[in-house]
């Protein structure tokens, strides 16, 4: 269980930091090619890391909120191509998902690839918010286009659906530049749910980890500060993946060796209730009549 005033200690730490815009943060340091280092710690230990950082680090606010709620809707395909290129840790890899940025009228389909580097490219375009939940045949296409730029490659009869919908509250750091090392990013996402969206649409299991946390470090190919945090503080990076993994908890009978240390000693206490969260929003329980198709031109700017 989370230890007593663990979440407001937590959101204490993040609101003692500086703020910066999101036009500033997008401004100083953006990085859409870079090595994404994954933790999952007990939100207990999250002000312990805080206190360690650079002075000078800043934590985006949007509204006044240093917290920010996203929903994530991951799609793949009948017989899980996304999810088994994960699992079976294949170099090359990709996943799909819409992020709707909860509270605002912004929403985004997303579809990050890994080459053979181990460098993760995201490429987005706007989406209507209210269509979020599926992806259209422009969405498909987009996706398409995105596959068979950075060389993995798509059939042409693909066709994703959703699987998986995640929610949380994310805050992100812009982490001073420090012993010649640039600036970098860092996020961290609290309050975490998954959903198995099973098929046709369908909320079969709800799954939420009160007492975790990840933090994702974003940076070029050597570690960042919040990283060298992190390791003063006896963490190590994990074999985590929103989707792959939280999938995997919900469906053991899924290929889960890749991460079965996280699922043994993380995942062990998460709580799992039949159905969709109580506080589901009504509007986004089922999966509309529309789908999600691009509205914009296609970018690599991502918050």
């Not at 940025?101 to 053979?116: I, M, N, P």
């Not at 909320?203 to 992190?230: C, H, N, Q, Y």
């Not at 469906?251 to 589901?280: I, Q, Y």
Request: aromatic residues 6%.
């Amino acid at each position: 269980m989370t230890a007593p005033g663990a979440r407001e200690q937590a959101l204490a730490s993040l609101g003692a930091l500086a703020a910066v815009s999101l036009e500033e943060l997008n401004a100083r340091a953006e990085l859409l090619t870079r090595v994404d280092r994954k933790y999952l710690l007990p939100l207990a230990d999250l002000p312990r890391v805080l206190d360690r950082l650079p002075a000078g680090t800043l934590a985006l606010e949007i509204d006044g909120t240093r917290a920010q709620p996203y929903e994530s809707v991951y799609f793949d395909t009948d017989d899980l191509i996304s999810f088994t290129l994960a699992a079976r840790g294949r170099r090359r890899r990709f996943k799909v998902r819409t992020r709707n940025y909860l509270g605002s009228d912004l929403a985004f389909l997303e579809v990050k690839t890994r080459g053979g580097r181990a460098m993760t490219v995201k490429d987005r375009v706007a989406v209507d918010p209210d269509a979020a939940a599926a992806l259209g045949s422009d969405g498909h296409a987009y996706t398409r286009e995105v596959l068979d730029d950075s060389g993995i490659g798509a059939p042409a009869d693909l066709h994703l659906g959703a699987v998986l919908t995640t929610r949380y509250r994310r805050a992100t750091l812009l982490v001073s530049a420090a012993a010649g090392r640039p600036e970098s990013r860092a996020t961290v996402d609290l309050d975490l749910t998954w959903v198995d969206r099973g098929r046709g649409g369908s909320f079969p299991t709800t799954m939420t980890t009160p007492d975790r946390v990840i933090v994702e470090t974003k940076s070029g190919t050597s570690a960042g500060e919040v990283d060298r945090a992190l390791w003063a503080c006896g963490h190590r990076p994990a074999r985590i993946s929103k989707y792959a993994t939280g999938l995997a908890a919900l469906r053991p009978d899924l290929p889960s060796n890749r991460w079965h240390r996280v699922l043994a000693r993380d995942f062990a206490d998460a709580r799992r209730e039949p159905g969709p969260p109580a506080t589901w929003w009504p509007d986004q329980a089922t999966c509309p009549a529309t789908s999600a198709n691009p509205t914009t031109p296609r970018t690599k700017e991502t918050p």
